[in-house]
C-alpha cells in the first residue's frame, strides 16, 4: 500500500465549498499532496456526483488517491479510488458489499480493539484521532499518543492519524511515524501553497 502513506488532505464545506473544492484540491495536489478525502456530511449523492467525478478525473491526472467519506453507493458509482468510513456508521462488510473494488479505511477513534477488528475484515487502512482539539469536529474526544505506537506494534496495516493536527504540531505526530496525516483547517484554511510547505517541515524530524 505505498499509495497509502504521507499528507492526507480532507476537505470540509466550510473550508471548500463545492464551488472553490476542485480549485482548491488541485493546489493542494500541485503542492504534493497524494491522497485527498472528499468529505461532505449534507447533501445527497446526486447533488455532489458531479463534483466528486472531477476531483477523481484530477486527482488521477496527478497520480493522487481520492478517497470518498461515508459514501459506499457513490463510491462505486464513479469508481472512486477509496472509501473512508466511521466504525459507527456501518460495518466494513456493509461498505465492502456495495463498494466491491478499491480502498476502504476505517475510523477506530482510541481503539486497537475497532482497529484490529477492521484489519481481520479486510480493511485497507485504520484511522486514530483526534489528537488535539480539532475546529472541524469540536465534540471529537482527544486520545493519547501512545495509541500510535501501540497501533504500529498491533497493525500489518497502514495507520492514519487525523483530528486538530496542524503546523505547531504535526512533528509531535511524525515522531510517532504514521503512515499517514490527516488534515483539514491546517491545509485548507488560508494559503494553501504556504500550510502545505510548512506541513512538510514539521513531518521531516
Known amino acids: 500500500m505505498s499509495k497509502l502513506q504521507g499528507l492526507y488532505a480532507i476537505t470540509d ?15 493542494a495536489l500541485i503542492s504534493g499532496v497524494k ?11 446526486e447533488e455532489i456526483l458531479e463534483v466528486c467525478e472531477e476531483l477523481q478525473a484530477l486527482c488521477k491526472e496527478y497520480k493522487a488517491t481520492f478517497i470518498i467519506d ?14 473512508h468510513i466511521g466504525k459507527n456508521d456501518m460495518s466494513y462488510q456493509q461498505a ?11 475510523s477506530c477513534y482510541g481503539s486497537i480493539r475497532l482497529a484490529k477488528e477492521a484489519e481481520e475484515e479486510g480493511a485497507d487502512y485504520v484511522a486514530f484521532g483526534s489528537f488535539f482539539p480539532s ?13 500510535i505506537n501501540k497501533a504500529k506494534e498491533a497493525l500489518r496495516i497502514p495507520v492514519c492519524v487525523i483530528g486538530g ?6 512533528h509531535e505526530m511524525a515522531a510517532h511515524k504514521p503512515d ?3 488534515v483539514v483547517s491546517a491545509i ?13 517541515q514539521g513531518m521531516n524530524v
Open 180 to 182: 499517514m496525516i490527516s
Open 70 to 83: 461515508d459514501r459506499p453507493e457513490l463510491a462505486s458509482k464513479i469508481q472512486a479510488d477509496g472509501l
Open 35 to 45: 491522497i485527498i478525502q472528499y468529505r461532505n456530511k449534507t447533501a445527497k449523492d
Open 188 to 200: 485548507f484554511k488560508g494559503d494553501i501553497k504556504r500550510n502545505i510547505i510548512h506541513l512538510k
Open 96 to 106: 465492502r458489499k456495495i463498494f466491491s473494488n478499491g480502498i476502504i479505511g476505517v
Open 135 to 147: 475546529p472541524t469536529k469540536p465534540h471529537s474526544g482527544i486520545i493519547k499518543q501512545s495509541v
Open 165 to 170: 493536527i496542524s503546523c505547531n504540531n504535526i
Open 13 to 27: 464545506e466550510v473550508l471548500t465549498p463545492d464551488e472553490t473544492v476542485i480549485q482548491q484540491v488541485e493546489e
